[in-house]
DNA sequence: TTGAACTGGTGACATCGGTCACCGGGACAC
DNA sequence: GTGTCCCGGTGACCGATGTCACCAGTTCAA
């Protein structure tokens, strides 16, 4: 999809950069709900079919209230989506991308997990309908397209469509357990080991062999600092489970 | 309610002792689904309206849905409710008294948080109804008082009553943001905070100004050793923030 | 070209917390 | 009594990790 909206902008003459947000209507009688984002809106209709590839359970009916009532948005890479404090007006299902969503103390940071395509966001989800802040930070990590949903109609819709309710129970329940992970791995392991597993997580979830990443960055996820990955990363080259080459990390 | 109960088991004559496990069927045609606590049954009819005390927002239809298919029963103090690995038959709804949830990794624990009344445990929920076994621990803190749902029913119950639908949603936000404060205090706090917090916490939840509570026990729920409570209590106690009392912690 | 900013690398050091060994006091059973 | 636990208390020690200072190479813009 990300590829056919840049031939859609490029067709256009447009003069955005990867750094524009571009913004479509899924129908021109969209409602218009706050958006935090820096944007600038490109009214373009879109295939409510397409919608449904990425997210096949959805019904017909729907779909269609969704393309009445949604907005689909594509993000680029490093953009805030939420904020600790913030208010949540709309709830935002990621189609294609990645978001990663983290928690900070004090310029201390941790990563907790990963939001892929077909997913969405739980605290922007119970933030939105409780209209209750954001416990969390939520960041673009690669280009992202999101479905936006407006927290007052999704209310409606958990109780109206059962695939929406099951799909927040799932989303839930998914997040519970990778938090169980992390506290899991805070608790238990020592830095050689979440190193690793990060490492190997991010490697899946971005499907790269050699990741390029900064040690300043990957100490921010695993709320360290950036000297202790410099070592830890040394030694688990010298154990001969990476790889640091000038391209990037290599996971062997 | 347990008062209540107590009253009863006196009046009969029984030769129940405080841990002797107890257990009314709402009603006499109710479901016997599998229990996995030692138990002695006891059949004793109990009236909706007292369940209604506890759960106000269950309509009557569901009340007598749930007097059909599911169980009261009162379980002492230091239970296993549920462990790690294990399938989840029935889904707990606490009345009265205190559960307490904890991850373990090698002899080493954690506490997650504390069911409360009118609270629910989501892991069961999720593990009955998904078929996938626990992932966390469960004890009785205090004598408890249990509602037991069928995880079959309870499918079909959350899809049709949006009380109980509800009920879940809440009780997972409320297990995400106490996790995610978990994950926050395991990271950014030093034990002589943790520990405080800890003390607090558990002043609040038990009702009580002085608490009884062995160094060992505690070291258990943060996930440490002994002589590290012992020095840091130590600690607190010099600046002044406690006293330790022969009959136990006295928190100022 | 030059200077600034960023990156990884490294040694020295402090701190926290986990481990071990051992002690004395109290409770309790025999 | 006496032996056996359990409990809290303590000192010694060590490993992991956070912090600080500093360096050299690279990139990039002025």
Redesign the interface.
Known sequence: MVAKVKRAIKKRGAKFQAEVLSVWLIRSRGCKFLCRFNTRSVDMPLEIAEIKKYLPGFSTELLDEIAVHGLIKEVPEGVEILKEGQYVKAIPIVLEGLVKVF?R??E?E?L?YYIGPAQSC??SF?AGL?NVPS??FAFTEDTSVLLLLPSGKLGQW??QY?QV?EL??QQ??L???E??D???S???DRMDQRLYNYLLEKSRLKGEKVLSLRHKQIAGEL?TAREVITRVMKRLEQEGKLRQLPEGIQII
Chains 1, 2 share one sequence.
């Open positions: 928690t103390v004090e201390k941790l907790l739980i605290m119970s409780s416990r969390i958990v109780k059962p309710n927040f129970f839930y329940n997040r519970y357990t938090m169980l992390t506290i899991n805070l608790l238990f709320g």
